[in-house]
T-cell receptor, first 109, second 115 residues
């Protein structure tokens, strides 16, 4: 099946800093999602981004499907950004999403 | 937010007892999924459903069964719970299956402890 790798595994920031999270995948995909799991355990959709760039406030994401990676940018980080960020891709044409292990982000005030 | 309700939210049970977790959706989505989340393992698929009475196994299906008798409900059953099944269980839905431009949405999870 498809392999999904996220980096870095852990990230610690001071409030106000910017960061870039990366998701690499081993096969071609026709969609990709980014999720944020908050400290209460809820999994929140951030982006559905098969290709190109999308922005939502301080967050933006870029997927380069031909090079098999996606980037999540967080600008001017806030303590509420803390949590774990996951990317998920389907395996080829299947309906089974495969998740990376996540990036754990802690933002200190 | 997608209308997904998982019940119960928390459960403590003893080894060897049967347990059923329920996922209820109000979105009329075709695909439903059960995941478990454990430290160091991320999210792993247990079973999924692509329609009423149509289900298939995921990567960690041993010890679990599922049923879907109505579009809106997807049940996960542990026939005889073991301590290794202590985990947080998430239900997810997608409209047409995530391989065809259909985002995945998650419920809030069920924390299960098997003593």
């Amino acid at each position: 099946g498809i392999q999904v790798e996220q980096s870095p595994p852990d990230l610690i920031l001071q409030e106000g800093a910017n960061s870039t999270l990366r998701c690499n995948f081993s096969d071609s995909v026709n969609n990709l999602q980014w999720f944020h799991q908050n400290p209460w355990g809820q999994l929140i959709n951030l982006f559905y981004i098969p290709s190109g760039t999308k922005q939502n406030g301080r967050l933006s994401a870029t997927t380069v499907a031909t090079e098999r990676y996606s980037l999540l940018y967080i600008s001017s980080s806030q303590t509420t950004d803390s949590g774990v960020y996951f990317c998920a891709v389907p395996s080829g044409g299947s309906y089974i999403p495969t998740f990376g292990r996540g990036t754990s982000l802690i933002v200190h005030p | 937010d997608a209308g997904i309700t998982q019940s119960p939210r928390h459960k403590v049970t003893e080894t060897g007892t049967p347990v059923t977790l329920r996922c209820h959706q109000t979105e009329n989505h075709r695909y439903m999924y059960w995941y478990r989340q454990d430290p160091g393992h991320g999210l792993r698929l247990i079973h999924y459903s692509y329609g009423v009475k149509d289900t298939d196994k995921g990567e960690v299906s041993d010890g679990y069964s599922v049923s879907r008798s109505k579009t809106e409900d997807f049940l996960l059953t542990l026939e005889s719970a073991t301590s290794s099944q202590t985990s947080v269980y998430f239900c997810a839905i997608s409209e047409t299956g995530v391989g065809v431009n259909s985002p995945l949405h998650f419920g809030n999870g069920t924390r299960l402890t098997v003593t």
